[in-house]
């Protein structure tokens, strides 16, 4: 699975950006996730989408609850990022990354457990 991610840019503070990653082959039976990484500091997971049932399960960051949301069109094998009310902290490179369905709660949270990554977008939020 090839994935692109899209949509960084930069925007002030208490703002929203939609971050898009395609996927070159299907994500229906992926956990997806997005992740970032601030200069100078380690990758931190953000948010995460894990097939479950007929729907998913969806995880966040304590940093960003609330405030963001994560979705996915499988007819289009992408998966979204809404960031809304922006915070110059959450400046940052994004990632997505997909991985296994069966990756658990405790797990999913953590890069290494994805097997595949996108190029990351930039996200610059002014104060």
């Known amino acids: 699975v090839q994935l692109q991610a899209s949509g960084g840019g930069l925007v002030q503070a208490g703002g929203s950006l939609r971050l898009s990653c395609a996927a070159s082959g299907r994500i229906n039976r992926h956990t997806m996730a997005w992740f970032r990484q601030a200069p100078g500091k380690e990758r931190e997971f953000v948010s995460a989408f894990r097939p479950s049932g007929g729907g998913g399960m969806t995880y966040f960051a304590d940093s960003v609850k609330g405030r963001f949301t994560i979705s996915r069109d499988n007819a289009e094998n992408t998966v979204y990022l809404q960031m809304n009310s922006l915070k110059p902290e959450d400046t940052a490179v994004y990632y997505c990354?997909?991985?296994?369905?069966?990756?658990?709660?405790?797990?999913?949270?953590?890069?290494?457990?994805?097997?595949?990554w996108g190029q990351g977008t930039l996200v610059t939020v002014s104060s």
């Open positions: 990354a997909a991985g296994s369905e069966r990756l658990i709660a405790s797990t999913l949270k953590r890069a290494g457990a994805y097997d595949y």
